[in-house]
């Protein structure tokens, strides 16, 4: 899910955790950890009421991921206010965020506000968060050693999957997950994997057993229609 913190109330949280078919991985965007920039981007919430939400998450899923959104360098973003953007990431301790660097766009209110932040500020301050958050992932991921996860196998290769003979998927809590294409599993089916390595964005594990699902059954019909398609091609017609 990826709601807005107003909108994620006490009995979203309550549907999350008791609805077997939602998955325990929540993608709340933060944007600041400074409530003097969140006022200034004309947010509705507060730090004390995102960081609650969390803490309510948690106590319901304790074993959800949840990821964020931040963008660094917003115009009157003082050094004082990035501070508390990544105290706050050491405190929610988020499986990944997407960071971005401010820049104008002309038309929006931010363009004409003063103070603008220069942008080799900003890019030493997105640097810096980006190695924060990565030690962060890092530590989160390890976290999952040892531990199984279902994961269902994607219809895509990762950069380095086929050098290295592996298959790779999503885990229930939408970590990236790459194992050893030692089994026969489709794309759409759900193997449970044995996690043995993390990294800061993925998780590498071996697998073991295999659910086959509608989604593999529906990914084999269409394979096999495109290769009928290709096979026919070029075949030569007879007139009568």
């Known amino acids: 899910m990826s709601p807005h913190p107003r909108d994620f109330t006490d009995d979203v949280i309550e549907a999350m955790a008791t609805t077997d078919n939602v998955m325990p991985h929540l993608h709340m965007p933060l944007q600041s950890?400074?409530?003097?920039?969140?006022?200034?981007?004309?947010?509705?919430?507060?730090?004390?009421?995102?960081?609650?939400?969390?803490?309510?998450?948690?106590?319901?899923?304790?074993?959800?991921?949840?990821?964020?959104?931040?963008?660094?360098?917003?115009?009157?973003?003082?050094?004082?206010?990035?501070?508390?953007?990544?105290?706050?990431?050491?405190?929610?301790?988020?499986?990944?965020?997407?960071?971005?660097?401010?820049?104008?766009?002309?038309?929006?209110?931010?363009?004409?506000?003063?103070?603008?932040?220069?942008?080799?500020?900003?890019?030493?301050?997105?640097?810096?968060?980006?190695?924060?958050?990565?030690?962060?992932?890092?530590?989160?991921?390890?976290?999952?050693?040892?531990?199984?996860?279902?994961v269902l196998v994607g219809d895509y290769e990762g950069r380095r999957d086929e050098a290295q003979a592996r298959m790779t998927g999503r885990s229930e809590d939408f970590r990236l997950v790459h194992f050893a294409n030692s089994i026969d599993a489709r794309p759409g089916d759900e193997v449970e994997v044995s996690i043995t390595e993390a990294s800061a964005h993925y998780l590498i594990g071996t697998p073991g057993s295999v659910r086959a699902t509608r989604g593999g059954d529906a990914h084999a019909a269409r394979t096999a229609e495109k290769k009928s398609a290709a096979t026919l091609l070029g075949m030569p017609t007879l007139k009568v």
Request: glycine share 6%.
């Open 33 to 150: 950890g400074s409530n003097s920039i969140l006022q200034a981007m004309r947010r509705s919430y507060r730090t004390d009421r995102y960081l609650g939400i969390i803490d309510r998450v948690r106590s319901a899923m304790p074993h959800a991921s949840i990821t964020t959104d931040i963008i660094v360098g917003f115009p009157g973003e003082t050094e004082s206010d990035f501070q508390a953007t990544m105290d706050l990431c050491t405190q929610a301790r988020f499986a990944a965020a997407y960071t971005y660097q401010y820049s104008k766009r002309p038309g929006t209110p931010a363009a004409s506000m003063p103070d603008q932040v220069s942008p080799e500020v900003v890019g030493e301050r997105y640097t810096r968060l980006h190695n924060h958050q990565q030690g962060i992932s890092l530590s989160v991921n390890q976290e999952a050693v040892g531990k199984n996860f279902k």
